[in-house]
């Protein structure tokens, strides 16, 4: 960052202004965490805008925040502080936003056993977050003999009634975007991109008939710009079959209004002491070490609690088999990374029912971050004042230790350790 004051390389040795300009790293901090959480509430209002949904506020507040970030605009520490907790705040706006805007078009999710296999014939896999992409897809490849695969974060698709009703929607095939360099080599169909969290394909591998939509692009991969899907429908044509090849399902489709369709169970069955905790395990997923933490966690969660998950966090763990309580599974994918909105909405109808402040429920919120999207849910969760919060599996190195302090003192934010440890510890909390 360059200083404008001094002229030099704010924080440099030769910056003179150290007082006003960007030697303040915990300024320049702030506006770090600002200008991520402002890019992943960005996502999601784009999305919620491609299906016509808009909200002013959502984008005088984007205008206000950017403002806030060039250079020498204040240098008020907790005046940033405040900007970016209204950062959290206006991203559970447009959360909600998004939401409302899919359950509108593709109706409310319900609880879907999805295959995770592949069947013999021509296919096509998505990734990426967009519903309306997939939804088109869906139109024009309808009687083609097309199967559609969903990948990674498209997963939660196939619970919404419109989506699902078609036929070809058969499946989900891989996992977590950073495996993607491997899995999409062993697809032998078109692979379409919708978002983010696509990468580079290795040279000679799957490039060809890789294609882009909307804000994605990579090199050497055919981008589309429109809806028209008959470039990707041809080459699926005119690629090697995939082979018949059965895999294990999984369960998806745990939007808060499916969860709160069975509120009366859960509640009775908590009440009975059959379900003792709630563990909410799941954010953004990463390739660096570390992340076999949360699978660890989630196999220690006892079998009397239930684990709501959510984002690609969850394909550490989500073919495993844990189970269910009195027919209420211990496993609840709730959703997409944006459906974070559901899992608050779960959290306020318990705090609800059970006459008591959220951070008095019996919740432990463990969360993995890497990308943008999680940052600006992290803000959302600490502007509800939600307390406790675990997250990792390393802090975010644009968080000074002066803020990270302020973090842990306001909320008791915490950084995980080992799954053995934080089990424990999350355990003996009321």
């Known amino acids: 960052m360059f200083c404008n004051q001094c002229e030099q390389t704010a924080g440099g040795t030769g910056c003179t202004k150290s007082g006003v300009c960007g030697k303040n790293e915990d300024i320049q901090s702030l506006q770090d965490i600002l200008l991520y959480g402002l890019k992943g509430m960005a996502a ?27 250079t020498n605009v204040s240098f008020d520490l907790g005046r940033h502080i405040d900007m970016v907790m209204k950062c959290g705040m206006m991203n559970l706006r447009a959360m909600e936003l998004l939401d409302k805007a899919h359950t509108g078009k593709f109706g409310n999710p319900i609880p879907t056993e999805v295959e995770t296999g592949t069947r013999k014939g021509p296919g096509i896999l998505v990734t990426g977050h967009d519903l309306l992409d997939l939804y088109e897809l869906l139109k024009q490849t309808e009687g083609t003999g097309i199967n559609v695969y969903t990948h990674s974060e498209m997963l939660p698709a196939h619970a919404y009634p419109v989506l699902r009703k078609f036929k070809h929607l058969v499946g989900n095939y891989g996992g977590a975007w950073q495996e993607q360099k491997k899995e999409f080599k062993e697809f032998t169909g078109a692979i379409l991109a919708t978002t983010n969290c696509v990468l580079i394909p290795p040279e000679n591998t799957y490039i060809d008939r890789l294609f882009t939509i909307g804000v994605t692009g990579v090199p050497g991969a055919a981008h589309l ?11 699926a044509k005119s690629l090697p079959q995939l082979p018949e090849a059965p895999g294990k399902k999984i369960m998806t489709g ?61 394909y550490r763990f989500n073919k495993l088999d844990f189970g269910n309580i009195d027919g209420i599974p211990r496993l609840l994918d709730i959703g997409q990374c944006n459906n974070a909105y559901s899992a608050i909405q779960v959290a306020l109808a318990l705090s609800k029912a059970f006459n008591c402040p959220v951070n008095s429920l019996p919740l432990s919120i463990v969360l993995s971050w890497f990308e943008q999207k999680a940052v600006a849910i992290l803000l959302t969760l600490l502007t509800l004042d939600i307390k406790g919060i675990r997250v990792g599996p390393t802090p975010p190195a644009f968080i000074t230790p002066n803020v990270l302090k302020v973090l842990q003192d306001k909320f008791d934010l915490k950084l995980i350790t080992n799954a053995e440890a934080d089990m424990k510890d999350m355990l003996k909390t009321p």
């Not at 999601?44 to 060039?70: I, N, P, Q, R, S």
């Open 44 to 70: 999601y209002a784009y999305h919620a805008g491609e299906l016509g949904a808009k909200d002013g506020l959502v984008d005088a507040f984007m205008h206000e925040a950017l403002f806030k970030t060039v």
């Open 225 to 235: 710009n429109t809806r028209d899907f008959s470039a990707v429908i041809q080459k």
């Open 254 to 314: 745990f939007h808060h209004t499916a969860i709160l369709g069975i509120a009366d169970k859960v509640v009775a069955a908590v009440k009975a002491g059959k379900i003792k905790r709630f563990f909410l395990i799941g954010g953004c997923d990463g390739a660096k070490p570390g992340r076999n933490y949360y699978t660890e966690l989630a196999e220690r969660v006892p079998k009397d609690c239930v684990i709501l998950t959510l984002a690609c966090g969850k």
